[in-house]
């Protein structure tokens, strides 16, 4: 077998595997898209009434794309607290031992995290009809919008990955995730406009890819007032670029420093 | 006959801790070798620098004339293990389980199922076949991971204290596993804390202490140096332990082990039943309460005693630090 076939094939197993896992625990599904549920309904009617979105956009227009990729970020610490969990339980230590592809299992985590992904997106987008939210834009530019928002959280999991062979704890791996993707997704324009941010937040929020991250589905789903003036910085004003930029970087590092911790984890 | 694991002044240290001092051994193919030792004396390191887990600092490994580092690879091709801790996927089931495994040996999916069935069948998982390995005792984990091990037929298979935490039953049966293993020609390293398992299981033992090796041979060889039988006395009150090691004095081949806290006494003796019926009579009239009296064959802890005059669970484990969290891993379960 070449080395192509076995990773394909490998990673395949793995993914596999992952996915009996998500439908032996259901409750792992359930409370993965009930969180972001709850999140569209206390931000749409409790915060929503206070927070006022330029333009005269409803802020469910508003709030849904960032409401998508604050969850599928942080779905992507399931890549790190599972791969801590493996390590945990000497299963890396069992893979490690066969003659499969170095990079297999990592590729399979990812992959199985990024089907999650899609299912809680598809979750969240009913949830959002339900509430007032809607596409204005072609069917090409919405798969794009969600193309968009899986691709920067599958690089996260590359960074979550490398966390969790690190760290080797998956509740450590969720609660240091915690403090990093917390403040990346509320110090951006995910849920109130950045305008009347303090300054060195405002600029902090103008570079964070999450920003560009929301602003890029926005735009792709049709959730920006036509005509409105083009936001400040060239991150917001081609979102869509700068965040395959940062997905190519992220991929770019992340990909062979998580297979090469792999490599050398020690399991328990 | 030829060696299948040839191992040449390994070195392994983590940090300032050296886990591995210079271990050198050899396992015949088609015969088994088991590697005793305490909690920590680097059992453990070793079979993990020989299946590829860990990379030594120094020295070399061959496992059917592969290097572990430049050929792991096909090491790992060749080879089965079963750790320490039973690595099955508690979510999959064990048919699922091996049905992976074979997959990750790039055996085509027919075979891969096949094989699966044949090793159910053979380690009494027929039943359980199909349910979620989180619903099986420990027992059927560790039959599980052995057979998860076996799934590409290896010709060397390591087997990392596979019976520690079972219940005595299943120990049993996985030594008669293990044996059936060996009568079928596997080579097979085994690690154990136990003396009697290696005596029954391994054709010859290596002793390890502190990352050195201690002593090797036999089992009758290890047991010829340590001697005799040990008479075992537990006491109603620690006070009198010392009137029952001056009373037995006649018998001793060595001085007696006593334990306070216990209240037990130890004593190496010659001569098995008779030795004891004669210790009774030397107690007679004492008035001593014994509340606990027997007769038992060395074990791991009276070959430490011997080779290196202390216990084997104050060893001082070199790796402690790398195994203390392991011991409690595994307790906690």
Redo the contacts between chains.
């Keep these: 077998m070449t080395t192509l076939a076995m990773t394909v094939s490998d990673s395949l197993t793995i993914t596999r595997r992952n996915l009996i896992k998500v439908k032996r625990v259901p409750d792992l599904l359930v409370f993965a898209t009930l969180s972001p549920i709850m999140f569209v309904l206390l931000f749409r009617y409790v915060f929503g009434s206070a927070i006022p979105v330029p333009g005269g956009l409803s802020y469910a227009e508003f709030l849904l794309p960032g409401i998508f990729a604050q969850t599928v970020i942080f779905g992507s610490t399931i890549t790190g607290a599972s791969l801590a969990e493996d390590l945990q339980k000497g299963l890396i230590d069992r893979f490690r031992s066969l003659p499969m592809a170095p990079s297999a299992v990592l590729i399979g985590r990812t992959v199985s995290d990024l089907l999650l992904n899609v299912i809680t997106i598809a979750v969240m987008m009913i949830t959002g009809f339900a509430v007032g939210w809607r596409i204005h834009t072609s069917i090409g530019e919405a798969v794009l919008g969600v193309l968009l928002l899986l691709t920067f959280a599958y690089a996260m999991s590359w960074v979550m990955a490398l966390v969790g062979l690190i760290v080797r704890t998956p509740e450590v791996v969720n609660n240091a995730s915690f403090i990093v993707i917390f403040p990346i997704t509320f110090i951006a324009n995910t849920f109130v406009p950045i305008d009347n941010f303090p300054s060195v937040l405002k600029t902090f929020a103008e570079w964070n890819p999450v920003s560009a991250v929301v602003q890029g589905a926005r735009e792709l789903f049709g959730n920006v007032v036509p005509g409105a003036p083009a936001p400040n910085g060239w991150a917001l004003q081609k979102p869509v670029l700068y965040v395959f930029i940062w997905v190519a970087v992220f991929l770019a590092i992340f990909v062979p420093l998580a297979v090469r911790t792999y490599r050398r984890s020690a399991g328990r | 006959m030829t060696d299948a694991i040839v191992v040449e002044g390994l070195v392994k240290r983590y940090g300032a801790t050296t886990a591995l001092d210079g271990v050198d051994l050899t396992v015949a193919e088609g015969s088994v070798l088991g590697l005793l030792g305490p909690n920590g004396a680097g059992k453990t390191t070793v079979v993990?620098i020989l299946?590829?887990?860990?990379l030594a600092d120094a020295g070399r490994a061959e496992v059917m004339g592969l290097d572990v580092v430049r050929d792991a690879?096909?090491v790992?091709?060749s080879?089965g293990?079963t750790?320490?801790?039973?690595?099955?996927?508690?979510?999959?089931t064990g048919f699922?389980n091996l049905e992976?495994?074979g997959?990750?040996?790039?055996l085509p999916k027919a075979e891969a199922r096949t094989r699966s069935g044949e090793l159910l069948e053979r380690f009494d998982l027929v039943d359980a076949a199909h349910r979620?390995a989180k619903t099986y005792s420990g027992g059927m984990r560790r039959r599980l991971d052995i057979a998860?091990s076996l799934i590409n037929r290896p010709r060397i298979l390591f087997l990392d204290e596979p019976t520690t935490g079972l219940d005595p039953r299943s120990r049993l049966a996985m030594w008669e596993f293990i044996a059936e293993l060996a009568d079928g020609g596997t080579t097979i390293l085994l690690t154990t804390q136990y003396l009697e398992e290696a005596d029954r299981l391994a054709d010859r033992m290596v002793v390890i202490d502190r990352g050195q090796v201690i002593a090797r041979g036999t089992g009758d060889d290890l047991k010829a140096q340590v001697g005799g039988q040990r008479l075992e006395f537990t006491l109603a009150r620690a006070v009198d332990l010392a009137e029952v090691a001056q009373r037995l004095r006649p018998l001793a081949l060595e001085d007696a082990r006593t334990d306070e806290q216990t209240r037990r006494l130890s004593l190496p003796v010659r001569g098995g039943t008779e030795a004891l019926a004669e210790a009774l009579r030397l107690l007679e009239g004492s008035g001593i309460e014994v509340l606990d009296v027997g007769l038992r064959r060395p074990d791991l802890d009276d070959v430490f005693l011997t080779l290196t005059g202390h216990a084997a669970e104050d060893a001082a484990p070199a790796d402690d630090a790398h195994a203390e969290?392991?011991a409690t891993?595994g307790e906690a379960r």
Excluded at chain 2, 51 to 54: A, N, S, V
């Design positions: 993990r299946t590829t887990l860990l690879d096909a790992r091709a080879i293990l750790g320490q801790y039973a690595a099955v996927d508690e979510y999959l699922e992976m495994v997959r990750l040996y790039h979620p998860a969290p392991v891993a």
